[in-house]
């Protein structure tokens, strides 16, 4: 539960500035285009590079404290909590317990699951914010003039890395990293580990 409500907070440091470099980049983007193409002002090209520079420190941040604080007791928690959880199911679907023990362990498998869960998507979350804004570089590019070189420069920089560098992610440790497509293949290694467990429980009370 601690681990969890550290993980909503994280999610929520993080959450906030990318969504508000989101926003503010789409805006002027969007602002150049309704008025019929006309090129970006210095204010904005200001703004971009005040974007740019934030975008880099909170991946800075991700990729550093990751490795530092984050990625092992996301390992660790999911090692343990994964098993748990298997065993859990498979005792209210195989064991003849009373009603009783049967709805304490529902009520913890819930509980269990959802604080497991919904931090896990929170953090997978922030990497797709990260990686939001690459869909709206190439349009930008095209209305920057071409003596604001520099700041194309630095977001063609910003779109090979966010197309083809190191995904900006939390991780598992060895597990993988922590977005969408990371969660989807651990719920399918869930799933795989729930009916080898339930071999192993049907095996059981069938000898």
């Known amino acids: ?3 969890a409500c550290s993980i909503m907070s994280t999610y929520q440091a993080f959450q ?3 969504s508000y470099l989101n926003q503010m980049f789409v805006s002027i983007l969007d602002k150049s ?6 090129p970006i002002n210095r204010k904005d090209v200001l703004n971009l590079g005040f974007i740019y520079r934030q975008h880099n420190i909170l991946s ?3 990729l550093h404290d990751d490795k530092n604080t984050w990625s092992q007791s996301l390992y660790y928690y999911a090692l343990i909590s994964i098993p748990i959880n298997i065993t ?3 005792e209210l679907i195989v064991e003849d317990i009373p009603a009783q023990t049967e709805f304490v362990f529902i009520v913890i498998a819930v509980i269990h699951a959802i604080t497991g869960v919904i931090p896990f998507m929170a953090l997978a979350h922030v990497s797709r914010s990260f990686h939001k804004i690459r869909d709206h570089i190439l349009p930008m590019q095209l209305q920057l003039k071409r003596n604001y070189l520099r700041t194309k420069l630095k977001y063609d920089d910003l779109y090979e890395r966010l197309m083809h560098g190191k995904k900006i ?4 440790g060895y597990l993988g990293n922590l977005t969408y497509r990371g969660l989807f293949e651990a719920f ?6 729930f009916f080898l467990m339930m071999g192993f429980y049907m095996k059981e009370h069938s000898s």
């Not at 992610?169 to 598992?172: D, P």
């Not at 399918?188 to 580990?193: F, K």
């Open 188 to 193: 399918l290694g869930y799933i795989a580990a």
């Open 60 to 62: 800075y941040y991700i």
């Open 33 to 38: 285009r309704h008025h019929n193409g006309k």
């Open 1 to 3: 539960m601690l681990l």
């Open 169 to 172: 992610a939390f991780t598992f």
């Open 16 to 18: 906030s500035g990318l």
């Open 88 to 90: 859990l199911l498979c």
